[in-house]
C-alpha cells in the first residue's frame, strides 16, 4: 500500500517546538529504528508526539488483522495504563482465530497470506482438482507457517522458490521453460529488483531440471477423479489432460550439466539423480535439498535482509521508498538497523515486524498540529494510509453486523480446492456477489486472471456507490434500540467513539422532528459516516 499524493504533502509539515524528542520513556530506547529516529528527531528540535491510543489500536488493528478493533477490544486492550504500543501490538499479533476466519488462521497470519497472495500470483486453472491447486495450497501453507513462527524467512525463501506453484506460475508451463522470467520474479520478491539480464539468464539455469509431463495415460483418471475417462479414439487420449511438474534428469546430464548450473550468485547445480521424468510426489530428500539451492543462494545475498525491510516498512509506513521521498527519506540507517537485527534474530519476521509497529515512526500522531510548517520532514509523523479494499469492506460489515459475502481474495477454486475467502460475517445480509465485485472495483480483490492493484487507493465517491447498496438495510432500529446504541453500532467499523460533535449530527437525523421517534439512519447520512476520512483513513 501507499499513500496518496494528497496526504502526502499534508503530512509534510514543519514545527517550530523546541522541545527535544525522547523515547517516551524519558530514557535510551531498546528499539532499534529509534535509536536512529529520536537523535534525529532531537537535532532538529522535534518532539515525539505520541499517537491517541484510539487512533493507535485502529491502526494496529488494521494492519496486523485486517479488521477495525471491535468495541470490546477497545475497552480491553486500547484504552488504560496497560495500552502501550507494545501491549496493542503484541495482542493483534497474537489475537487467536474466531469464527470469521473461513480455515482458522490466526488474523495475522491470515491477512499476510493475501499479501503474499499478491506476490505469488496465484492462478486458476481450468480444473479445480488438477496438482496445480494442491501445489498453490502448499505454498499458501508456507506462508502461514512464516507468520505463524513456524519457519524463519530465510527457510521460507528457499522452500517458496522450490514450489511447483512457483515455477509452474513463472517459468513452467506445459513444455515450456521461461527461465529468465522465474528468476527476474524471484529477484523482485526477495531482492526487491530487477534482476540483470546475465543474473536472471545465469540464476534462472537452477530451474533448468523442471519439467513437466502430460498424464494421458489411461489409468490417470484415478489419480484424476474429475477428468472423464471416456476415452477419445480421435485425439488417442482420455478426455481431459493435465500435466505433472517435476524433475528430468536427462536435461541437464552430460554435456547438457552447465544448462543447470549458476554461477553469478555462487557455483551451484541442479542436477537430478535420475534421467527419467520424476513426479513431484516422487522425490526424495536429496532432490528437494537440490531443489532449495536457488532459493539458499537468494538468501545468502547481501541484499536479501534489506529487501525483507523495505518490503515491511513500505506495508506499516505507506510512504517508505514511495514517489517524492525517493531517496531523501529512504532513512538508510533504518534500514541498516532493522537488517542487522533481522540476521540477528535468525531471520524472525515476527519480530521484524513487531519492531517497526513499536518504534516511533509507526506510533507517533500522524496529524499535524497548528504550529507546523512544511518543512518538518514526514519521518516526524506517524503513519496515514488509505484503508485498502477488502479490510474496508470487512470493517463495514463488521459495523453493520451484515454478512457482506466471502472475497475469493486472490484465487479461485471450488471445494476443497478453494483458498477461502477472506472475513466472512454470518449474520445474514447482502450475499457474496455484493462482495467481491465492489472489492474490485475499489482496487482490492482482482480476479486471479488480472491481479489488480490491491491498494485500495480510489476516490471516497466509489466507496459512497458501495455504501448506498448496503447502509439503508442495515441501520434500520431494532425493537428497543436508542440512538446511542445505534450511534455506537456506526462507529464499531470506524473502530473509535464518536466525538461529541458527530454525536449531535447523528442524533439531530435519527430523531424525527415530530414526534421524536428513532428513524433509519437514511442513504446520505450513512454514506456520509462511512465516507470520512476517520473510517477510509487510518
Known sequence: MTRTLFFGLILLTGCTASKPASSGDGGATSNVVDAVVVPMLTANGLTVVPEDNGILCRRLAIDLTGLAPTPQERADH??????????????????????????GSPPYVWVNRRWWADSFEYQSGTN?????????????????????????????????????????????????????????????????????????????????????????????????????????????????????LGLLG???????????????????????AVATFVRWADLTDADHAQLEQAGKLMAA???????????????????????????????????????????????????????????????????????QLATVPIWAFGPSKLVYAEAWLDSVGQALGKSVGGCDFRFTGSGANKIAGFYVFKTAGVGANFYAPNAQNMGGCPVASTHGDASGLVPAVT????????????????????????????????????????????????????????????????????????????
Open 78 to 103: 486500547c484504552t488504560g495504563p496497560g495500552a502501550t504500543a507494545q501491549n496493542m501490538a503484541a495482542y493483534f499479533l497474537n489475537k487467536p482465530a474466531g469464527a470469521n476466519v473461513p480455515d
Open 128 to 244: 479445480p482438482a488438477s496438482t496445480y491447486y494442491t501445489y498453490v495450497r502448499e505454498l499458501d501453507q508456507l506462508v502461514s507457517d512464516l507468520y505463524a513462527g513456524k519457519i524463519p524467512y530465510d527457510v521460507f525463501a528457499a522452500k517458496a522458490l522450490s514450489s511447483p506453484a512457483f515455477a509452474r506460475r513463472f517459468g513452467v508451463f506445459e513444455a515450456n521453460h521461461d527461465l529468465v522470467q522465474i528468476a527476474s520474479q524471484a529477484y523482485r520478491v526477495f531482492l526487491g529488483r530487477e534482476a540483470l539480464p546475465s543474473e536472471a539468464e545465469d540464476f534462472g539455469n537452477l530451474w533448468g531440471a523442471w519439467t513437466s509431463k502430460f498424464m494421458d495415460e489411461p489409468t490417470s483418471e484415478t489419480a484424476y477423479p474429475d477428468c472423464p475417462v471416456t476415452f477419445d479414439q480421435q485425439l488417442n487420449r482420455i478426455g481431459c489432460r493435465h500435466y505433472e
Open 250 to 272: 536427462s536435461q541437464c546430464a552430460g554435456v547438457n550439466q552447465v544448462s543447470c548450473q549458476s554461477t553469478t550468485l555462487g557455483d551451484a547445480q541442479v542436477v537430478p
Open 301 to 371: 545475498q547481501p541484499g536479501f535482509a534489506e529487501a525483507a525491510v523495505d518490503r515491511a516498512l513500505l506495508k506499516y509506513l505507506g510512504w517508505w521508498k514511495a514517489g517524492f521521498y525517493r531517496p531523501d527519506f529512504d532513512l538508510p540507517a533504518v534500514r541498516d538497523a532493522l537488517a542487522q537485527k533481522f540476521r540477528a534474530d535468525a531471520y524472525d519476521l515476527r519480530k521484524l515486524e513487531t519492531e517497526i509497529v513499536t518504534s516511533v515512526l509507526y506510533t507517533q500522531a500522524a496529524a499535524r498540529r497548528p504550529d
Open 463 to 538: 466507496r459512497r456507490v458501495v455504501l448506498s447498496q448496503l447502509c439503508p438495510n442495515a441501520l434500520k432500529p431494532a425493537a428497543g434500540a436508542t440512538v446511542a446504541t445505534l450511534i455506537a453500532q456506526a462507529f464499531d467499523g470506524v473502530g473509535r467513539a464518536p466525538s461529541d460533535a458527530e454525536s449531535q449530527i447523528l442524533t439531530k437525523y435519527m430523531v424525527l422532528p415530530t414526534d421524536g421517534k428513532l428513524q433509519p439512519l437514511a442513504d446520505g447520512l450513512c454514506t456520509s459516516l462511512f465516507a470520512t476520512t476517520s473510517f477510509n483513513y487510518y
